[in-house]
Antibody, heavy 120, light 110 residues
Framework: QVQLQESGPGLVKPSETLSLTCVVSGGSISGYYWSWIRQPPGKGLEWIGYIYYSGTTTYNPSLKSRVTMSVDTSKNQFSLELSSVTAADTAVYYC??????????????WGQGTLVTVSS | QSVLTQPPSASGTPGQRVTISCSGSSSNIGSKNVNWYQQLPGTAPKLLIYGNDQRPSGVPDRFSGSRSGTSASLAISGLQSEDEADYYCAAWDDSLNAVVFGGGTKLTVL
């Protein structure tokens, strides 16, 4: 059974860069689109973007200027960087994988989520 | 404001059938598959429906999805107390080139 686990600092200062990694276990990172999704406290879900195992990326236009995703197939993990963060970036960040190879969405597998707070 | 529009709340009594709507446009629901997610408090979302009306393995057939034009619906029959959760619709949007979510519907089982 595929498992995803996010890791990274739980507290980031305003204007700095948020960095998270998602480690994939129980399955290969190859063949899939891997997404980051966030959820501010008490609010709804927001898709941040995806990275294909080959490295191709697509980002949400609302965050595109600040987002960078990367993948390390040798370590079976992928990462998110969000620059120039503000309090509005405080959220639970999830990594997620779709149901089948080639699917961009239809997220069947999710990490447990990690709360990132932006505060000085 | 979300690209996909859902009612903020819905309710029903045990055993009842409840539907949750999701309204979009021709660039998303009108031309792309719709997914539905269930999120229990403090947990990650769970995929309930993909491809408009398909259930992943393990999802009870009490949950069903449909799409018509630029709207989609999630129906829950035989409502149970454990169905009390937030429900989200999602689709790809060709204009934004992004996955878009509805704002979520909080379902209360009375």
């Amino acid at each position: 059974q595929v498992q995803l686990q996010e890791s990274g600092p739980g507290l980031v200062k305003p204007s700095e860069t948020l960095s998270l990694t998602c480690v994939v276990s129980g399955g290969s990172i190859s063949g899939y689109y891997w997404s980051w999704i966030r959820q501010p406290p008490g609010k709804g879900l927001e898709w941040i973007g995806y990275i294909y195992y080959s490295g191709t990326t697509t980002y949400n236009p609302s965050l595109k200027s600040r987002v960078t995703m990367s993948v390390d197939t040798s370590k079976n993990q992928f990462s998110l960087e969000l620059s120039s963060v503000t309090a509005a970036d405080t959220a639970v960040y999830y990594c997620a994988r779709p149901l089948r190879p080639g699917f961009i969405y239809g997220f069947e597998h999710w990490g447990q989520g990690t709360l990132v707070t932006v505060s000085s | 404001q979300s690209v996909l529009t859902q009612p903020p709340s819905a309710s029903g009594t045990p055993g009842q059938r409840v539907t949750i709507s999701c309204s979009g446009s021709s660039s998303n629901i009108g031309s792309k598959n719709v997914n539905w997610y269930q999120q229990l408090p403090g947990t990650a979302p769970k995929l309930l429906i993909y491809g408009n009306d398909q259930r992943p393995s393990g999802v009870p057939d009490r949950f069903s999805g449909s799409r018509s034009g630029t709207s989609a619906s999630l129906a829950i029959s035989g409502l149970q107390s454990e169905d009390e959760a937030d429900y989200y619709c999602a689709a790809w949007d060709d204009s934004l080139n992004a996955v878009v979510f509805g704002g979520g519907t909080k379902l209360t089982v009375l």
